[in-house]
């Protein structure tokens, strides 16, 4: 059995299944996938976004850098790699080891924007 899924407005995604169960699982991955979480910018709120990956070489090591760009402002929405495989979205503060700061609760610090941020110049931060 196949399936298609719409999981944004351009991008489907096809899904096959062995039976239904099976079928019903790839769906549900497709859709709760966090790369199409979000449809548009959130610093403007444009629905014009592109996906890039970027390769960037520093001391002869080349590192990927997967971003959702918003063709309006600019912002980026920045994609971490997990552990144990998959990918998500980075909404959280980190310190300099990569590791998110807490705040007194014992909870992530969110970052602005749902995490879509822009390189300030005047502040040399990306906001
Ligand atoms: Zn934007």
Redesign the pocket.
């Known amino acids: 059995m196949k399936a298609t899924v719409w999981v944004t407005r351009n991008i489907s995604i096809d899904v096959d299944g062995t039976d239904d169960k099976n079928l019903f699982k790839g769906i549900a991955q497709a859709m709760n996938h966090e790369f199409f979480a979000d449809t548009c ?1 959130g ?4 629905e014009d976004l592109k996906y890039q990956v970027r390769t960037v070489t520093t001391d002869g090591e080349e590192n990927e850098f997967y971003e959702i760009v ?1 063709k ?4 980026k929405l920045s994609f971490g790699h997990a552990k144990a495989g998959g990918m998500y979205a980075k909404r959280l503060e980190v310190g300099a080891k990569g590791k998110a700061i807490k705040d007194e609760n014992d909870k992530g610090i969110k970052l602005p924007n749902k995490g ?1 941020l822009r390189f300030n110049k005047e502040t040399g931060k990306n906001e």
């Not at 610093?43 to 444009?46: L, N, S």
């Not at 309006?72 to 912002?75: D, F, H, L, P, V």
Request: glycine residues 10%; charged residues 20%.
């Open positions: 910018c610093k403007c709120g444009c918003c309006k402002c600019y912002a879509w």
